[in-house]
Every structure is written in C-alpha cells, then in structure tokens.
C-alpha cells in the first residue's frame, strides 16, 4: 500500500492511497473462512464449507468491504502518524463501485480539511477588564427580604395578600353565570390555587381584595395559559377532560393563606446558613453579602468571557478555513443541508467553529486539562444550587457529592459538563496567564457594559 498527499492549499490536504491485491487477499480469505464457521449456510453442514463456494456466495462483498475497512485504517493510521489536526472526517473525493470482477489494484482519494495553525501567545502584556460588581446595602435587604419570607410561617389571614393560597370550593359555571349541575359538572370541594404563579395576571387579579368567605369568578384555563398538567391538578380532573374546560368557575374563598416573615433569631440563621454558622446580625449581613458576591462573580465571569471571545477573535479570528470540505462534510451527517442552503447555514457558523479553534490552541497554551475530580466538584455546585432553589441552602456533603455522582452517570448529561468545566477552566486559567485590569462597578453600570458586550 503507497500513501501519497498533495497540498491543495494551506488547510486542505488530498490524500490518495494505492491499494494492491497483496494488501487485502489475506484478510478477504480471513473474513470468508470466518463467515463459514460461524454462519449456518443451506446445503452445507456449519463449518464444512469449502473457500471456493464461499468466495462464490461472498467474495463481492466481502472483496468490497474489507477494501474499504484496510483503506479507511490506513487513512485514520497515516493523519495520527503525522499528528494532523483533521476537522470534521477525511471525505471521499469520489464515491464508486469497485470494479472487482476487471481490477485487482485500486486508488482512493480523501480530501483532509486541516485546523489552521495558529500562533496564540498569552502573556502578562495581555490586559484585559474584569468588572466586578460591588454589594449594596440595598441588595442585601432584597436578599434579607427573599429569606425572611422562604423562612417565614403560613397563618391564616382575613384578607387576600399577593403572595396568598386560597382555599375553597371551585364550582363550574354554565354560560349564564349559574352553577353547573349534573354528574358530567366539575366540582372541587376542597380546592386551593396559587394567584401569584397565575400566568395570566388578569385573572390573579380578580382575587384582588377579596376576604374569607367572599366569592370569585376566574377562568382556570386562561389562569394556567392552557397547560393541561396545571388544570387537571387546580380542578382535580384526568388529563383528558382538561380540552373540553374552557368556561368560568366560581370559587367560594374558606380561608386565605399567607405569609408571615420569619424574625431575625438563632433559628432563622440556622435554616438560612446551618447551624452554628451565623450567630449575630453582624455576621448574619457579612454572610448574605458573601452569597450574593458568589452569585454576582458568576456575571463578572460571562463578562470576562465574552470580552476574552471578542478580543481573541478580533487579534486571531482573521483565519483560513477549508469551507468546501468542511461544507462537503456537514451535508453528510445531516439530512437538512445540501448544496442549495449549505453556504448560509457554514457561513452562520463561521464564527462559532473559527471561536472553537481558538479556545482548543489557548488551552494547549495554558495547558489546560480535566481530571475527574473537576467534574465532581462542578456537579457538586450544581447539586448546591438545585438544592438551594427549594430552599436547602445548607446540604451536607455526603448528600452533594451522592447526587453529584448521579448526575456525572448520565452520559449525555456528562459530556455537557465536560463541555462547561473545560470553559471555567480555560477562562480562569488565561485570567492568571494575563494581566487583569480589576474594575469595581454597580449593577446598574454592570449591565450597561454587558449589553455592549
């Protein structure tokens, strides 16, 4: 077998490979002496038959295949021999039909699209902004606020608040505003909704003022936007009957629900941050402040990435990309592209495969690598703030690493983290590779640079 290359131009490369008899007989024999000794073939006893009859009922395929297998091999051996940076597959110059019956020797081509060669330099000259948003007094209290009313206590109440449940019956109204009777009428004894996550406000409105005992005309449907699962668990029904329910209910108010804050005390700290933790007013505002400063550096880090993206891509970005192969390529794995919409789809993701290159070079720069124990600690923050969202702010760790070793077993979810680790790592070891220029800036101004960014 003779590999040969030529250079098309500076990213593309077409290779060509001689393939002789010798090459492939051998292994053609292989694969037909294993065919009869593991198929069971009409007319002849599994194992006992001959190589002749074999090669007649198989060798086309068999001849065809294993070509095709000794010449991808060679191929994939030849660009890892040479370490070349291939994106995306060799692609066929040509695809044809071997003609086995008049050809014994035979000569492909593949088209190699090559990553261009990049010579990214990262250093302390480098400077670039960080922005980090200060605390203010003002968000503090919001956050306070957040806790006090996560930690606080339900009591019943006389009059409807925006944050109220509301229980009572929910009576079907026929369309002259009289209660529905009959088995086929929908009637919820003990009922209870929500206002506050109504997604129409309109209609959360109407509970608006409304006291113990008053009664309320709404419409469930336009309530939950037509979600089936929100009208089969308000009205109590199966899913099936929720697309016949398009009318008004009437809802007798028994009690009103609402929220009472919780009050500064050893409790309140301990649901909020876990015992012992916070003790004092003092350290209990230091800590709120803390949290919203962790939050907060997840906002300076997008930052920091979409100035590292723009500044990268204006000093590197000026590339030569192999489009024909490449665009040869993406329309053989997806059925959507062809040669009609390939130019306006490659041309769209230009930018994003250009950035990818980029960031492959500046992590070999950086030497940048994954270990598992990234990825657990990552899924381990992840777990946290899942948590944190219904309220457990202080889970231990035996519980965050279990359900961070739940997530990592997902594959398809893996491969997404491993996608995300590899970026926090890549960003914040060029943060220590170049000279950061650390600006303190309000929220207010912080969002205005973002949306410039």
Not at 48 to 65: A, K, M
Not at 168 to 184: A, C, P, V, W
Not at 395 to 405: F, N, P, R
Request: hydrophobic share 40%.
């Amino acid at each position: 077998m003779n590999i040969s290359t030529k250079n098309l131009d500076a990213v593309s490369l077409r290779l060509t490979v001689e393939v002789s008899e010798n090459d492939y007989k051998d292994k053609v024999k292989e694969e037909l002496k294993k065919i009869g000794r593991t198929h069971q073939i009409p007319g002849f006893r599994k194992g006992h038959v001959s190589l002749t009859d074999l090669q007649r009922r198989f060798g086309r395929q068999v001849t065809s295949d294993v070509i095709n297998h000794v010449v991808f091999e060679a191929v994939i051996g030849y660009i890892e021999e040479n370490k070349l940076n291939v994106l995306g597959q060799p692609m066929p110059v040509e695809i044809k039909e071997l003609d086995l019956k008049n050809q014994k020797d035979f000569t492909f081509e593949y088209d190699l699209a090559l990553a261009p060669a990049l010579d990214i330099v990262i250093n302390k000259d480098i400077t670039m902004p960080y922005y980090e948003i200060q605390v203010s007094d003002e968000m503090i209290n919001e956050q306070d606020a957040a806790f006090c009313k996560r930690f606080g206590a339900q009591v019943p109440g006389e009059e409807f608040e925006p944050d109220a449940l509301v229980k009572g019956s929910i009576m079907e109204l026929n369309e002259d505003g009289t209660i529905k009777e009959g088995e086929d009428a929908i009637q919820v004894v003990n009922g209870i909704v929500a206002p506050m996550y109504f997604l129409d406000k309109e209609e959360a409105a109407k509970f608006e003022g409304k006291k113990v005992g008053d009664k309320v005309v709404f419409n469930p449907r336009k309530a939950a936007d037509g979600n089936a699962v929100e009208l089969s668990s308000m009205l109590n029904i199966d899913k099936d009957r929720v697309a016949s329910v398009n009318g008004d209910f009437e809802m007798a108010i028994s009690e009103i629900i609402v929220v009472r804050p919780a009050e500064h005390n050893e409790e309140f700290y301990t649901n909020v941050f876990g015992k012992d933790k916070v003790k004092t007013e003092e350290e209990y505002r230091q800590a709120v402040k803390e949290l919203i400063e962790g939050e907060l550096k997840n906002n300076s880090e997008m930052a920091f990435r979409f100035t590292a993206r723009k500044e990268l891509m204006a000093k590197y970005g000026n590339m030569e990309l192999p489009a024909e192969i490449l665009k040869k390529w993406l329309i053989s794995r997806d059925a959507d592209l062809n040669a009609e919409n390939i130019d306006e789809r490659f041309d769209a993701m230009t930018d994003d495969l250009k950035w990818q290159l980029i960031k492959e070079q500046v992590a070999k720069v950086l030497d940048v690598k994954i270990e598992e124990d990234d990825l657990l600690e990552f899924a381990k923050g992840l777990a946290a703030r899942q948590f944190a969202q219904y309220g457990m702010t202080n889970m231990d760790e035996e519980t965050l690493t279990g359900y961070a070793k739940n997530i990592l077993e997902d594959k398809k979810y893996r491969g997404k983290l491993i996608e995300q680790v590899g970026d926090v790592k890549l960003f914040h070891a060029l943060q220590n590779a170049i000279t950061l220029d650390v600006k303190k800036v309000s929220l207010d101004e912080f969002k205005e640079i973002l949306s410039k960014l």
